[in-house]
């Protein structure tokens, strides 16, 4: 292996603030909360897009229309045989960990967990200490009543990232190890890509106290990191993540494959709320006692299959039950119908239409029965188990979730939204803007802008920060140096932490590294 050789020191933390950029202080979004990130929380209807997204959907399967069409047969099949599966078996098809075990998984959690796309990794922090996080917060909130949540009137999703319980949730040694040992799941086609799973970065979100009784918090069926982008070739098709799909081999798209993502564009449209960052997983640290029913997560345990699903949908039509080509049917009963769903009532499109269903620019991707009814979302949709305080629940980037229309529960439904992503250099740079808005007290770069919690009753500075978090948890925030002289580093690994050093400004800059 080649060695890595400094010239001169890192700069302290302070000088490197100080010194922030141009390029760190990027002009932020505007004011928002939760319901921009979706269409159907901002009240907008699905309709057909711009035409130009017919001349995409064209292009990417031109050439291979018969290939996929035969796919999509294949896929129809393979859903009605494992649909009744999950219908079946519910919660229990989603795999659970002990945190204490996670050294040394059983073969069937990693097999349940490659296939379904989701997992609990129970007790990840103590009771107590997820308890003390939740007084803290709630605290927290009482003392600065000006911070945004959704809906106004009464607040169940808050607009707060820099708060210290979730500052120090986020920089835990066990939530970062528990990161790590998800995101190995995934693998590089190439050893040396520029990427560590080992090495998690802190993404700043939001966090949740839904209130029995809430129903405004009714968050269908969706997928997050972009919409239109997962057609376009500006978006996921600067990676070719979903090529297999295009091209009729649906079987041979694997979505624990990180190298062809490193170059996506996840918002082209710049969405409030939208995700631009690499999440591998997106996930929650629960915060109280929640079962199904009582506000919680509810996902589609399919993954690859439901990923192909919602990607191939936009190209098909049913011959009967529906007036418009591309639109959604008419009626439940309808949808719900052996005869509608059945595959010779499904043709490919002639004519490519400008419906990506679902799907809305500067919005996360939405579904819904009408609109994708081989997927039997109000069945195939099941509850995570009952989670306690410290348990944390991750789901892969491409999963279909969505939360309980009606939380029926008696008690809160709270939650810290922490998802696991991994370093690499896009997400070095997202890090170096968060670093800024840390510093400036302002919404993570993904969210609303507007002053935040700038002027927020004991809000968590830097220098608290460091007493805090240890030092692994302070480079996830981007506070301190990473270590790429580390034993044990891969050649991707080496090179992507002196890149993530270079884009944080941690070297002088008359540092010289020479291989």
């Known amino acids: 292996m080649l060695s890595v050789a400094r010239t001169v020191r890192s700069r302290p933390v302070r000088t490197l603030l100080r010194a922030r950029t141009a390029a760190t202080q990027a002009a932020s979004k505007r004011e928002g909360d939760i319901s921009d990130a979706f ?112 809906p106004a009137e009464n607040p169940q999703v808050f607009e707060l990232y820099w708060s210290r319980a979730q500052l120090l949730a986020r920089g835990h040694p066990n939530m970062l190890k528990a990161q790590s ?88 449209h710049q969405g ?40 191939l949908r936009p190209f098909f039509s049913p011959k009967h039950g529906v007036a418009t080509p591309g639109a959604q049917t008419a009626d439940e009963a309808t949808t719900s119908s052996a005869s509608f769903l059945a595959s010779d009532n499904w043709k490919m499109d002639t004519t490519s239409t400008s419906w990506i269903h679902g799907a809305s620019p500067g919005h996360g991707q939405e579904l819904s029965h009408l609109l994708h009814p081989h997927l039997h979302l109000k069945q195939s949709m099941v509850h995570v188990p009952t989670v306690r305080p410290g348990d944390y629940v991750a789901w892969h980037c491409d999963t279909i979730h969505a939360v309980d229309r009606t939380h029926a529960g008696n008690s809160d439904s709270s939650v810290m939204y922490i998802p696991a992503c991994p370093l690499t250099e896009d997400n070095a740079k997202y890090l170096n803007r968060q670093r800024s808005c840390f510093v400036d007290g302002t919404p993570s770069p993904d969210f609303g802008g507007g002053e935040g919690e700038s002027k927020h009753v004991g809000r968590i500075g830097v220098d608290e920060l460091e007493n805090l978090v240890g030092e692994e948890g302070r480079r996830g925030m981007g506070l301190e140096m990473w270590d790429s002289s580390e034993e044990g580093l891969s050649m991707g690994e080496r090179v992507v932490l002196d890149r993530a050093n270079k884009v944080g400004g941690w070297y002088d800059p008359e540092v010289e590294i020479s291989r």
Request: charged residues 25%; proline residues 6%; hydrophobic residues 40%.
């Open 272 to 311: 409030v709320g939208a995700c631009s960052a690499f999440r591998m997983f997106q996930g929650w640290l629960s915060l109280s006692t929640t079962g199904p029913g009582e506000g919680t997560l509810l996902v589609n345990p399919l993954l690859a299959k439901a990923t192909a699903y919602y990607l």
């Open 181 to 268: 040992f998800l995101m190995s799941y995934w693998h590089a086609t190439n050893p040396h890509t520029p990427i560590s799973t080992r090495h998690p970065i802190s993404y700043a979100d939001r966090l949740r106290m839904r209130l029995p009784g809430d129903a405004r918090f009714a968050l269908g069926p969706h997928v997050d990191g972009g919409s239109v982008e997962r057609w376009d070739e500006a978006g996921y098709g600067r990676g070719k993540v979903y090529d297999a799909v295009w091209k009729g081999n649906w079987e041979a798209f694997d979505p624990w494959e990180s190298s062809c993502r490193l170059n996506v564009v996840s918002d082209l």
């Open 39 to 150: 269409a159907s929380l901002s009240g907008q209807q699905f309709t057909p897009l711009a035409p130009e997204y017919a001349d995409l959907k064209a292009r990417l399967i031109k050439g291979n229309e018969e290939a996929v069409r035969a796919s999509w047969e294949r896929l129809l099949k393979d859903l009605r045989e494992e649909i009744p599966l999950i219908v079946e078996k519910g919660s229990e098809i989603i795999p659970e960990i002990d945190f204490r075990d996670i050294d040394d998984a059983p073969e069937e959690f990693s097999s349940e967990l490659r296939k379904r796309g989701v997992a609990v990794v129970r007790g990840v922090v103590s009771e107590e200490e997820a308890l003390g996080w939740k007084e803290s917060l709630r605290e927290y909130i009482r003392a600065n009543p000006q911070t945004r949540a959704f």
